[in-house]
C-alpha cells in the first residue's frame, strides 16, 4: 500500500515567524523555539515548501511559549511580513497595479480569485473559501493548517489575519480590516474571517 505524502505549504509561515521572534526576543529565543518544534536553525530556514505539521507545531510552541496574546501579535506580523514578500516577489507587479487601479470591489474580486487559484500554497490539507458580501468577503478554512487540533481561549489564525489584511490593504483598500471572528481551536467548524470596510 502506497504512503500518504504529508500536505506541504510554503515556508513563510516557518521563515517569517523564525525573523519576528529574532527581532522582537533575540536570536537565541528564535532559535530555541524554532528547533524545538521543527528541527531547523535560524542559519538554515527552509527555501520549498515544507510539511504543514512543521509549521503547526511552530505555531503551537510560539503560543504555548509566550501566551496567546504576544503569540498572536508575533504571528500577525509574521503574516504582515508575508504579504511584503508575495508582492515583492510572488505577485505580478502588473497585476498589482491593476488591482491598485479598479473600483475598490472589483480590485477584491480580483485579489480573492488569485487567493483561490493559489490556495494550494498555504492551505495544506484544508480547504479554502471565499465568499463576496455586501460588506467585502468571508474567507473559511476548513481542516485549518495553522490551528488544528489547538485548543484556546480566543482566535489563533493570526499569520493568516495578517497576510490577508496587508495584501488587501496595500492593493485593494488602505482601511481595510480581517478578522477572525471563528476559529477551529475554539471550538468551532472552521475559521472564518471577515473582510470589512471596502470603500
Given at each position: 500500500m502506497?504512503a500518504?505524502?504529508p500536505?506541504?505549504?510554503?515556508?513563510n509561515?516557518?521563515?517569517?515567524?523564525?525573523?519576528?521572534?529574532?527581532?522582537?526576543?533575540?536570536?537565541?529565543?528564535?532559535?530555541?523555539?524554532?528547533?524545538e518544534?521543527?528541527?531547523?536553525?535560524?542559519?538554515?530556514?527552509?527555501?520549498?515548501?515544507?510539511?504543514e505539521?512543521e509549521?503547526?507545531a511552530?505555531?503551537?510552541?510560539?503560543?504555548?511559549?509566550l501566551g496567546?496574546d504576544?503569540?498572536a501579535?508575533?504571528l500577525?506580523e509574521a503574516?504582515?511580513?508575508?504579504a511584503?514578500?508575495?508582492?515583492?516577489?510572488?505577485?505580478p507587479h502588473?497585476?498589482?497595479?491593476?488591482?491598485?487601479l479598479?473600483?475598490?470591489?472589483?480590485?477584491?474580486?480580483?485579489?480573492l480569485k488569485?487567493?483561490?487559484a493559489?490556495?494550494?500554497t498555504?492551505?495544506?490539507?484544508?480547504?479554502?473559501?471565499v465568499?463576496?458580501?455586501p460588506?467585502?468577503?468571508?474567507?473559511?478554512?476548513?481542516?485549518?493548517?495553522?490551528?488544528?487540533?489547538?485548543?484556546?481561549?480566543?482566535?489563533?489564525c493570526?499569520?493568516y489575519?495578517?497576510?490577508f489584511e496587508?495584501?488587501?490593504r496595500?492593493?485593494?483598500?488602505?482601511?481595510?480590516?480581517?478578522?477572525?471572528?471563528e476559529?477551529?481551536?475554539?471550538?468551532?467548524?472552521?475559521c472564518?474571517?471577515?473582510?470589512?470596510a471596502?470603500?
Amino acid at each position: 500500500m502506497r504512503a500518504v505524502q504529508p500536505a506541504r505549504i510554503g515556508p513563510n509561515t516557518i521563515i517569517q515567524i523564525a525573523q519576528v521572534l529574532r527581532d522582537r526576543f533575540g536570536e537565541s529565543t528564535a532559535a530555541t523555539l524554532l528547533f524545538e518544534s521543527t528541527g531547523y536553525a535560524m542559519g538554515a530556514l527552509p527555501a520549498a515548501m515544507v510539511d504543514e505539521r512543521e509549521a503547526q507545531a511552530f505555531v503551537q510552541t510560539v503560543m504555548r511559549s509566550l501566551g496567546e496574546d504576544r503569540g498572536a501579535r508575533v504571528l500577525h506580523e509574521a503574516g504582515h511580513r508575508t504579504a511584503t514578500y508575495l508582492m515583492a516577489n510572488r505577485i505580478p507587479h502588473a497585476a498589482q497595479w491593476v488591482m491598485k487601479l479598479l473600483p475598490k470591489r472589483a480590485g477584491l474580486a480580483v485579489l480573492l480569485k488569485a487567493m483561490q487559484a493559489n490556495a494550494w500554497t498555504f492551505a495544506g490539507s484544508g480547504s479554502f473559501g471565499v465568499k463576496r458580501t455586501p460588506k467585502g468577503a468571508e474567507l473559511t478554512f476548513h481542516a485549518c493548517a495553522m490551528c488544528r487540533d489547538m485548543h484556546s481561549h480566543g482566535p489563533v489564525c493570526d499569520f493568516y489575519a495578517g497576510t490577508f489584511e496587508h495584501l488587501i490593504r496595500s492593493l485593494v483598500s488602505p482601511r481595510a480590516t480581517v478578522r477572525e471572528v471563528e476559529c477551529q481551536a475554539l471550538g468551532a467548524h472552521c475559521c472564518r474571517f471577515e473582510v470589512l470596510a471596502i470603500h
